[in-house]
């Protein structure tokens, strides 16, 4: 085999060495500009500027495919970040296959960067530590935000990179480099980072008798708080639950642990740390999606379950109180012998009703009890 023509798999491994990836281009750039822009790094087989298959209007990117790989890989070292009608182009190798620029890996993040480091400047200040698969500066009108972005195509490379220059001074700043972090896992640490250190409590299931002051009087003993508020209706009529912010998490944190569940005045509290609506959400959502991932197929009806209702109310008042959330298929108050047996179903035609009506009617007082409403597992029947 060794002297016969090489494997179309192996020639389409050398072809794909040889293109280079050409972004930030300008409107105005054609294939000749690009050709002639590279041509002097040696010989093409063609350039492609890229364009919308309907308007053919360009994308701002292209390739540049060369016959050998090392006059591409000389492009690549020497020509990133060069003009084309004015403005600096990008270059990195070509990748059919996105994977691994999706997947994160090998990927940094760059900030409290000087407003001099530009594009060419990062190239070259990481390209030591690895080949560079896209590098980007961060910038609006007025120019770097002093932040950016390093993909390399492997861990070990970005891990060097981090090594090497994390706290390092760059123009007089010392700048922070670490690994890329995609938004959802951001947001998850600072979950975790705000349940680790909240100062704002949640006290629910309190009686009609408590003000601002009596709730002040039994939270107080924990440590100094900055407000403490109980939740009234439009005609001053107490909703049921307040909230109570704490100096430090130390206190609310005791709180928490000596209050909940505790007895007062022969009502059960609830006392929790105080979530923000979009964490409420966010979270109701989660659950609904591990609940949905467990049906064969999405089922059309969303249940809400409610517990504690007040012996006066029917089906048709149970509708009437969740009827401002959605369309409702079905509202059901479970009876034994004619007499409400305290808890019932209403059910909406999405998810975005059900989880609003989770929200605003968890722990509001319907006839003279507090509601405890939750999300239940879509069904197919509902």
Request: aromatic share 10%; hydrophobic share 35%; net charge positive.
């Amino acid at each position: 085999m060794g002297s016969g023509e090489p494997n179309p798999a192996g020639k389409k491994k050398k072809y794909l060495k040889a293109a280079l990836y050409v972004g930030d281009l300008d409107p105005d750039v054609t294939e000749d500009m690009l050709y002639k822009k590279f041509r002097p790094a040696g010989p093409l087989r063609f350039t492609r500027i890229c364009r919308d298959p309907v308007t053919r209007s360009p994308l701002g990117y292209g390739y540049v495919n060369f016959r050998f790989p090392a006059d591409a890989e000389w492009a690549l070292n020497t020509m990133n970040f060069d003009l084309i009608n004015g403005k600096p182009f990008r270059l990195m190798w070509s990748q059919p296959d996105d994977r691994l620029r999706k997947s994160g890996v090998g990927n940094i993040f760059i900030k409290n960067l000087d407003k001099s480091i530009d594009n060419r400047a990062l190239f070259y200040l990481f390209s030591a530590f690895g080949n560079i698969l896209s590098c980007k500066v961060v910038c609006d009108d007025n120019g770097s935000k002093g932040y950016a972005y390093v993909h390399f195509d492997s861990l070990a490379a970005a891990n060097r990179a981090i090594w090497h220059m994390n706290g390092v001074r760059l123009n007089n700043r010392q700048v922070y480099v670490g690994r890329f972090k995609f938004p959802e896992e951001r947001a998850a640490e600072v979950r975790t980072r705000d349940r680790a250190t909240f100062t704002n409590v949640f006290v629910k299931n309190i009686g009609d008798d408590i003000d601002d002051e009596k709730l002040k009087e039994l939270f107080c003993e924990y440590g100094p708080t900055e407000s403490v508020k109980v939740i009234r209706d439009a005609s001053g009529k107490s909703k049921g639950f307040g909230f109570v912010r704490y100096e430090t998490h130390e206190a609310a944190q005791k709180a928490v642990l000596d209050l909940h569940g505790k007895s007062i005045d022969g009502k059960v509290l609830y006392v929790g740390r105080a979530q923000k609506k979009i964490e409420r959400l966010a979270e109701l959502r989660r659950r609904f999606e591990r609940l949905r991932l467990k049906e064969k197929s999405r089922p059309p009806g969303v249940p809400i379950y409610i517990k504690n209702l007040d012996e006066t109310i029917n089906d048709e008042k149970l509708k009437e109180e969740f009827s401002s959330f959605g369309s409702i298929s079905r509202a059901k108050v479970m009876m034994e012998v004619g007499q409400g047996k305290g808890f019932g179903v209403v059910c909406f035609s999405s998810f975005e009703e059900a989880t609003k009506a989770v929200d605003e009617m968890n722990g509001r007082i319907v006839g003279s009890k507090p509601l405890h409403v939750t999300l239940g597992q879509a069904r197919r029947r509902c």
